[in-house]
């Protein structure tokens, strides 16, 4: 059996680049990140994605991106951090990158990750075209 893919390009980004390419227009720009808890099912798997999402099944919070690098000449990777104090005791299972128009361009789930209170977490999501 295939393994699931659990990151996924949206719908509505894929338009805005088609869009883009054909007619000139411009891209919004990734700004935020945001962290869920509703991205497994009851037995702790995570959720598939269909790339039709705007919102995230339980959003928590959205989170300025810290930064960004180029991995590869078409793949940017998007970093964003919370503080110790940040979603201490939050189970996160779900991320998504969310541009200047607050739309998701890219949601991904996976396995629950519990935010302790005297740690900072960063979570990194590769933007692959």
Known sequence: MAEQVL????AYAREQMA?????GGSLTKVVKMAFGSGGVD?????????GTEQ???K???QKDITSF???SPATIRYICSLAEAELAGETINELA??????KLTAVRTMSNKTKD???EFIFEIDDIY
């Open 7 to 10: 990151t996924v390009t949206t």
């Open 19 to 23: 869009r883009a390419r054909a007619e």
């Open 42 to 50: 009851q037995a702790g798997k995570p959720l598939p994605l269909e």
């Open 55 to 57: 919102s995230l099944k």
């Open 59 to 61: 959003e928590l919070i």
């Open 69 to 71: 690098e180029f991995i």
């Open 97 to 102: 990158l969310v541009d200047s128009a607050g």
């Open 117 to 119: 209170a005297d740690m």
